[in-house]
């Protein structure tokens, strides 16, 4: 007894002095200091862009013009108060006009994250860009400015209204109609106003005429029409037509549908016809990219558009007088991010052409031709935009051990917009590791891509502590690299730094997930109906188990949202193979997160469909459910109800199951506070050094 009793202690001592021993220098502090650039936009004239940076949850506006390129802090708000910053636009090369305060949920309500006494806003703002502070225009959403500058439209409380940019004057409403106005888009000759009245089950395209104040809409049907776009002459007006289908649910595969077209109207005598319609099979659901409009108007009378008919989203292009469009990215591969060059001869875009597990800049003729990489091959490259004056290039960057930043091309290399300030002077650039890409198969069978972080300096045959990452959504892809989503810019650093205290950490690109085609994002029995994914939660643990460099009694999992309901499947499911796990904002019964997303999903009416979702969730496992788990959750979450967690923890509690809870009062799903992130990676780090790292 005294020996085994010696032996334990010594096995005990090791552990925690190898706890101690693993890098103290590197810190959440540091890793997570490096500021967070969005909102990249041009102006219209000239060689200017700007861009929003979140540093460490302070959220400013930036700018920086050519030749030199000298970045710019123009506002200078310095309080972490999840005050969200977006939708810049240029009015000129002089001003500014931005959106202040996040998006407001069904009942109205701004996310308040610091639970301030005074009800948040969501605001228009005007800035100057002469060096004078920014002043209020209005409260309100969607601003889009006219064609000369002057004028500012916008929606607020189901109305749209207008407001001089230049004065004082107080806005005009424009008009108040059924449904929920969006979508606003200026006319080229500034005489009309074309904008979605989204009305449920179904949606019109309207025309503002602004002399004769009065409203066409563009053969009204049952479908959902969206999309709007202007020929350059404002004669013509192009937009989407999906057909309506009530039946379809989300987290289900869904490979086909009643198949949707691009319609072309005269904006003078409201005549439209069909340009063309999508055939049946792949394809016939229309897939979307990350752009300002799904409609691009080219030069040559020409529209762009996304398209996956060949089981891949790809661009294609056709010309407005008829005849079959023509792929502008043919290959196996998936375009993401998508814009329009000024002059309209080209659009630019990143895929992972190539390069599956990453991105890089594209531009193609818009009227079709060879496509260029304008980025290099090494490192990530996204939201690519082109100047007016010059055509820089310019985009958003990262790499394994660069965090994301602003980037100008230029030749076959990029050079930075970003200084040390921004990047965060902590941060531990030269400590990080380069991920490796790694295949592994799923249990039944199909080969899974994921991302292998390993400790640095690590002995041979050494066994350490693992954690499996997954990612929320299920539409993302995680890359080798910083990633181009907040979200998960925060979540690569987070693996990073288990990596540094000695985790073998594997980030799991699962089943439904975006990078590898259609029928890998549509997989078959995936989510709600059938959980498939599960095969490749099983296999990414039996992957880790089976390496030398791992202890199987010590593997861990985490994730939010999505990979939360992952993580969660998997302790319910195989808490033999899981020894804890991490649950943030986590899904554990799909008949209510579809209701939060489908109001009227009713189960009672859909049985069979309910039926298969609850058996899909981990509520139905919990008799199996015995590893300790951590659950986080903020209880503003408008993607996932915070009842999930109220529920999962009753039950848990009825199970005798280990469990610790972090909630944030008034906090989203996306957390807006960096204090938050924060807090919820140290809490995650020290739950996996308590129940891993210093398991016995």
């Known amino acids: 007894m005294k020996k085994l009793l010696l032996i334990c202690c010594l096995l005990l001592a090791a552990t925690v002095s190898q706890a101690q021993s693993e890098n103290p220098s590197f810190s959440l502090e540091a890793i997570l200091s490096s500021a967070f650039p969005t909102d990249l936009v041009a102006a219209p004239t000239g060689e200017q862009v700007a861009w929003v940076l979140n540093k460490e949850g302070i959220r400013n506006i930036w700018m920086a013009k050519g030749p030199l390129w000298e970045p710019k802090q123009l506002t200078t708000y310095d309080k972490d108060d999840g005050q969200a910053i977006s939708q810049l636009l240029f009015s000129g090369a002089e001003t500014l006009v931005y959106i202040r305060g996040s998006a407001p949920n069904r009942q109205g309500e701004i996310p308040n994250p610091t639970s301030n006494v005074n009800k948040a806003k969501r605001q228009i703002w005007k800035l100057k860009l002469d060096g004078s502070d920014p002043s209020l225009l209005t ?83 049952v479908d959902q029409d969206q999309s709007p776009v202007w020929s350059p002459d404002g004669q013509q007006l192009a937009f989407i037509r999906v057909p309506n289908e009530k039946q379809i649910l989300p987290f289900s595969p869904r490979r086909t549908a009643l198949p949707w077209s691009i319609q072309l109207a005269n904006a003078v005598t409201g005549e439209v016809q069909e340009l063309w319609k999508a055939p049946e099979g792949p394809g016939s659901a229309l897939r979307f990219v990350s752009a300002n409009n799904q409609l691009l ?40 991010f998508v814009s329009q060059s000024p002059n309209r001869e080209y659009i630019l875009y990143s895929s992972n052409q190539g390069d599956i597990d990453r991105q890089h800049i594209w531009r193609v003729p818009a009227q079709g031709g060879e496509a260029q990489q304008l980025s290099p091959k090494r490192g990530i490259q996204w939201s690519p935009v082109m100047t007016a004056g010059r055509g820089t290039v310019l985009c958003l960057a990262s790499s394994g051990k660069e965090a994301a930043h602003v980037a100008r091309v230029q030749g076959a290399g990029l050079v930075s917009l970003m200084d040390d300030s921004a ?24 080969m899974i891509h994921g991302q292998l972080f390993l400790p640095p300096n690590q002995q041979a045959e050494e066994k350490r502590p693992a954690v499996l990452f997954f990612h929320g959504g299920s539409r993302r ?21 288990l990596a540094s205290q000695g985790y073998v950490v594997l980030s799991v690109n699962y089943r439904s997930g975006i990078g590898y085609g259609m029928e890998f994002r549509e997989a078959l029995n995936y989510g709600a109906q059938g959980a498939s994914e599960y095969n490749d939660v099983i296999g990414a643990g039996l992957y880790l188990s089976g390496r030398a460099d791992v202890d199987p009694d010590r593997i861990g999992l985490w994730g939010g949202s999505y990979g939360g309901y992952l993580t969660a499947l998997g302790l319910a499911k195989a808490s033999d193979l899981f020894a804890a796990g991490v649950d943030i904002h986590g899904v554990h019964d799909w008949n209510v ?33 015995r590893s300790p788990v951590l659950v986080i959750h903020g209880d503003d979450d408008r993607n996932v109800p915070f009842s999930e967690t109220v529920d999962l923890v009753e039950a848990l509690r009825h199970k005798e199951v280990h469990l610790e809870q972090l909630i944030f009062p008034d906090e989203v799903h996306g957390f807006l506070l960096h204090k938050n992130w924060l807090a919820a990676y140290r809490a995650t780090a020290d739950f996996f050094d308590r129940m891993l790292k210093n398991k016995p």
């Open 139 to 221: 409260t309100g959403s969607s601003p889009v400015l006219s064609p000369d500058g002057k004028s500012l439209t916008y929606v607020q409380s189901g109305r749209v209204w207008i407001k001089p940019l230049a004065d004082s004057s107080a806005a005009k409403s424009l008009f108040a109609i059924r449904g929920r106005p969006g979508s606003l888009r200026w006319s080229p000759t500034g005489k009309h106003l074309a904008f979605v009245s989204n009305r449920g089950d179904h949606s019109f395209i309207g025309i503002y005429d602004f002399e004769a104040n009065s409203i066409q809409y563009l053969q009204p049907s």
């Open 423 to 446: 990047r965060g002077v902590a941060f531990p650039a030269d400590q990080l590791v380069e991920p490796v890409a790694v295949e592994f198969p799923a249990a039944d069978g199909m």
């Open 477 to 497: 892809q995680m890359l080798l690299g910083f990633h181009h989503r907040g979200y998960y810019h925060n979540a690569y650093a987070m693996n990073q730094y």
């Open 593 to 625: 997160v579809i209701r939060n997303f489908v109001p009227s999903y009713n189960p009672e009416r859909a049985a069979a469909f309910a039926k298969l979702a609850y058996e899909s969730s981990p509520m139905a496992f919990i008799d199996g459910w």
């Open 297 to 336: 108007w080219g030069a040559g009378n020409h529209l762009i558009f996304p398209w996956e008919g060949d089981g891949w989203t790809h661009l294609y292009t056709i010309s407005t007088d008829g005849g079959e469009p023509e792929c502008l990215t043919p290959g196996d591969f998936e375009v993401q």
